[in-house]
């Protein structure tokens, strides 16, 4: 009698056990699901992107703005969204807001306070022309607010005294 007990339990715990696995395979099932539709989007989102010609130069788009897309292609046609997936949707697409230069110049333009600081860095008074700005640019598939202060930086004097001293030292040191 204890050994059929004994059989009988150990029947119950291996079906148990096969229960939990085809769990385990079940999720499994939907994280692919779940891959292949990030997938999708990340390859739609390449497409709509696609790249640029600058110079001569074939452009593809950085990292950041692939994952941006990526997120807004998931989430842009889904009704019932969750907390955590309306700020993804909101920072992603704040990120891929300004990717041309003039949309980043005009970003600086129309805002007062950011001028100001842009025009202190750059030790001028008063606006830079777009033409000053763009060419003081590096060739970029997309720009950030972070390149418009690099480039507000280089058209301070100080910044171009250093650069022609920084030259006029290598040059000493390779004689």
Not at 3 to 15: C, D, F, M, P, W
Not at 45 to 59: C, D, Q, R
Not at 138 to 162: Q, R, T
């Given at each position: ?8 339990q ?47 130069k ?10 941006a ?35 980043v ?36 598939f ?28 290598k040059?000493?040191?390779?004689k």
């Amino acid at each position: 009698m204890k050994n059929l007990k004994e059989k009988v339990q150990v029947i119950k715990t291996i079906a148990v056990q096969t229960e939990s696995k085809k769990v385990v395979k079940q999720l499994t099932e939907a994280q692919k699901l779940q891959q292949v539709q990030k997938l999708k989007a990340q390859n739609v989102a390449i497409e709509f992107l696609g790249t640029k010609i600058v110079n001569g130069k074939v452009l593809s788009p950085p990292k950041r703005i692939i994952k941006a897309q990526t997120t807004i292609e998931l989430y842009i046609d889904k009704e019932n969204r969750t907390i955590n997936e309306v700020k993804l949707l909101t920072n992603a697409l704040s990120k891929t807001d300004c990717l041309s230069a003039s949309k980043v110049f005009d970003k600086l333009i129309n805002n007062t306070l950011l001028l100001n600081y842009c025009l202190e860095l750059s030790g001028r008074k008063d606006k830079p022309t777009f033409k000053e700005f763009v060419s003081l640019l590096p060739v970029k598939f997309a720009y950030s607010e972070w390149d418009l202060l690099g480039a507000m930086a280089k058209m301070n004097p100080k910044h171009k005294i250093n650069a022609k001293i920084e030259r006029q030292n290598k040059s000493v040191k390779a004689k």
